[in-house]
């Protein structure tokens, strides 16, 4: 390891200085935070156990700048169906590309983030592994994958990771940190806050096809602050109707505790590779072995299926522990906040559209806004947690202009930065550039938004309802007829923002910015678009 080498040659020298601190670099690529929120509390127990840390974002650097980093700690998340984080895809291109810099002499371990829903899980870990290794770099341990409840197997890796980096240190002088707990009794995603509901509404018409609800949150007594741009966690639970039928095609029909877990702690709604394996394993049943053994059908089954189609197609009878076993822990689900502290003190408010759809003949709703929708009521109380989204933020200088891009629940941070605009009567120039379905229908928070533009809280709005006309009527479309006023409020230094659906609207957004900015010239207007990405001026929460 070069690090320890370098030290152990300084302390064997008779007069010399005292050894040089192992210098560690911790390098992230993140989307919401997570991989960011590791990576600064790796610094931290790093410090504590007399390493010299430094943490770099992907966003900001170039593959080059790793030539000098000794030890290099990568914690890389996955996004979307296997690609990386959106601020860290020029670092990634750089660094798949063949003129990418040699790094002999670097020390490397990749703690990888990632869904074991997706099939590409943990892809961009993966791409990063091989790549460092391809280009001289020296693997010191053996890269770990994570899912969702990623914080003691990560927390875990960089423990063991650093005592291998440092076995010359003294034991009695390092000082553990647990960063999985480290947070004590502050409110986490591990100790959630209960939250009374003391609101709850549709925002949209009774005749819309894309139920939406107004939730309002009472944090009194928690502690808790969030700036315009966060996200809260919702520590949902799962249907008890469906918790039943997996206890009937499992034959635990009755089993009160295995019917509790499944309910609050299990994930009963994700089907992934790992379960067919492992119910496969479990059952020893050979269609299942073959199933689980090939991809191009195993993907085929998954596809909008879920642990009961599984459970029922291949049935057969297993006790409780075998059942949770075969389960991933229910992970929480995040919304963007859509209201400012400023304004509405110690409650968050949150804007959730129902997910209800079928696939493979069976109606199927989403975990937390089914929850909401068909059974929380006002007074009840919902376990959250506040989860920052740092890369989501109003401008610091409060006379920037903004203009705000958002289609369906994507309208909820903005209703935030207007909240907060209004609190402040910050003077920075606001265009709202709205898509949903239907303007009778669809408008969301249409009341509040008038009296935003009336009182000049809003400068300017522009709408695209995609149903109101035979053909579709998207954002996107708005902005090429809005690209001359556009340009001239990024002249002006305006901040964009983009907000909603992450497959097919931010993908078209992107592509009618860069035509926008690049004209016909593709690869200037996606130079542009990265450098305004690269100076915070394009930030985007997609999902
Ligand atoms: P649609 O469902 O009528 O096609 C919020 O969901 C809004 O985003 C809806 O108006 C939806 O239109 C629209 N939408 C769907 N695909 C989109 C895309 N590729 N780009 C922009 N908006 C899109």
Not at 192 to 204: G, R
Not at 242 to 271: F, M, N, V
Request: glycine letters at 8%; charged letters at 25%.
């Amino acid at each position: 390891l070069a690090g320890i080498d370098a030290a152990k040659g300084d302390a064997a020298a008779p007069a010399a200085p005292p050894a040089a601190k192992t210098k560690l670099t911790i390098l992230f690529a993140t989307e919401s935070g997570n991989s960011e929120a590791l990576a600064n509390a790796a610094k931290k127990d790093a410090q504590k156990r007399g390493f010299a840390p430094r943490v770099l974002d992907m966003a900001d650097i170039a593959p080059a700048a790793l030539a000098e980093a000794e030890n290099l700690l990568v914690i890389a998340s996955t996004w979307g169906e296997g690609e990386a984080p959106q601020r860290a895809a020029p670092f990634m291109r750089a660094l798949l590309a063949e003129d990418a810099p040699a790094l002999e002499g670097v020390t490397f371990a990749v703690l990888a983030l990632g869904d074991s829903s997706y099939a590409q899980f943990c892809e961009t870990g993966k791409q990063i592994d091989a790549r460092l290794e391809a280009l001289g770099a020296r693997r010191i341990a053996p890269r770990l994958d994570c899912d969702l409840d990623y914080e003691a197997p990560a927390a875990n890796f960089i423990d063991s990771l650093f005592t291998s980096l440092a076995p010359q240190a003294d034991a009695g002088s390092v000082i553990h940190v647990d960063f999985h707990r480290a947070e004590g009794v502050e409110i986490s995603k591990a100790n959630p806050f209960e939250a009374e509901v003391a609101a709850l509404h549709p925002i949209t018409s009774s005749r819309s096809e894309s139920e939406t609800l107004h939730l309002e949150l009472d944090l009194t007594g928690s502690g808790l602050s969030y700036e315009p741009g966060d996200t809260l966690g919702i520590a949902p639970t799962n249907a008890p109707s469906l918790a039943d039928a997996i206890l009937g095609a499992t034959g635990l029909a009755g089993d009160a505790a295995a019917r509790e877990a499944l309910i609050r702690e299990r994930d009963i709604t994700t089907l992934t590779p790992k379960l067919i394996a492992d119910y496969a394993a479990l059952t020893g049943e050979a269609k299942l072995a073959a199933l689980a053994a090939d991809e191009a059908a195993r993907t085929a089954f998954i596809a909008g299926r879920q642990p009961l189609d599984l459970f029922e197609a291949f049935p057969h009878r297993i006790d409780a522990g075998q059942l949770a076993g075969l389960l991933r822990k229910l992970p929480p689900r995040y919304y963007s906040i859509a209201s400012s502290q400023k304004l509405v003190g110690d409650a968050a408010h949150l804007a959730i559209a129902k997910v209800a759809y079928e696939s493979a003949g069976r109606a199927r709703l989403g975990v937390a806004s089914g929850m909401v929708a068909e059974r929380l009521r006002e007074g009840d109380t919902l376990p959250i947690h506040i989860k920052a989204n740092p890369h989501f933020r109003l401008p610091e200088d409060s006379s920037a202009p903004i203009v705000m891009i958002g289609a369906g629940t994507g309208i909820a941070p903005y209703r935030a930065f207007l909240q907060e605009r209004e609190a402040t009567g910050a003077s920075g120039r606001t265009w709202l550039i709205f898509g949903h379905r239907r303007f009778t229908h669809d408008f969301l928070y249409q009341l509040e938004i008038q009296d935003w533009l009336k009182s000049g809280v809003l400068n300017e709005i522009d709408l695209a309802f995609s149903r109101d006309q035979p053909e579709k009527r998207y954002v996107q479309h708005v902005l090429w007829e809005r690209r001359a006023a556009l340009q001239a409020q990024l002249a002006e230094g305006a901040t964009l923002y983009l907000c909603g659906d992450a497959k097919a609207m931010a993908r078209d957004v992107d592509a009618t910015l860069a035509h926008i900015l690049g004209g016909d010239d593709a690869a200037k207007g996606q130079a542009a678009l990265d450098a305004l990405i690269a100076a915070g001026r394009y930030k985007k929460d997609v999902y």
